[in-house]
């Protein structure tokens, strides 16, 4: 049996044998058929839960006389999330706004919950939970490519702006994008998981004081790679709706 966090066994306790059995059907068999669902796919389970709760409870309380705090920090980081959206894409981003900040939200979330005693936080635990972040941006920003021109109007994008450069910039193009996968994987796992494991040598060797230094930089870093990824996917939703001119 796999060490679990507590969150993580109570989920196997409840879930395991349906789990098993979907992943089964899938052909896909587990490791550990008592406990299938590891503590990263529980640690994301928790964040998901938290945050319907959260914005179950600020939707109930919304209120245009006498706002509350919660509501002002929803409405300043929708604020930012547009303007930065606005900047970027221009004046059709509004429809991008709701995605961009589900994303940073969902990925801060997931970077800040290791602080908590007895969590972990998911996208430094392991590299599948940033790579799963990466593929929903990645096929987010294609699809908006395809519906704002069409599969030969975005198939155009990867080819440039000379026909005879085609059969060049094709492949270029393709293993570009690809490479942005690897790039919002990686960055985001290795800052996370070096933040992470920062604060466990501190803690082990020097537990009073020095540990909360390094956690309120912890704090900083898990701010900006969820800043940067949402900034990356705005960037590269803004490059596959352009037009070209």
Sequence with gaps: MPEQLWFTAILNR???????AVLRMLHIEPHHPQAPITNSSAMEILVLLFL?????????????????????ITEIIHGFVADQAHEIIGHHSEKYVAFLSALGIFILACNLIGLIPGLESPT????????????????????????????WGYFKHFTGPMPALAILMLPIEIVSHLARL???TVRLWANIFAGDLITLVFFSMIPIGVPVIFNGLHIVVAFLQAYVFMLLSTIYIAGAVAEEH
């Design 124 to 151: 430094g635990a392991t590299a599948s939970v940033p790579l799963g972040c990466a593929l929903v941006a990645f096929g987010y920003y294609n699809l908006q490519g395809l519906r704002q021109h069409g599969l």
């Design 52 to 72: 319907i709760a959260m914005f179950l409870l600020i939707r109930s309380r919304l209120s245009v006389d006498r706002p509350g705090g919660m509501q002002h």
């Design 14 to 20: 409840l879930f395991a044998a349906p789990v098993t």
């Design 182 to 184: 690897l790039s919002l």
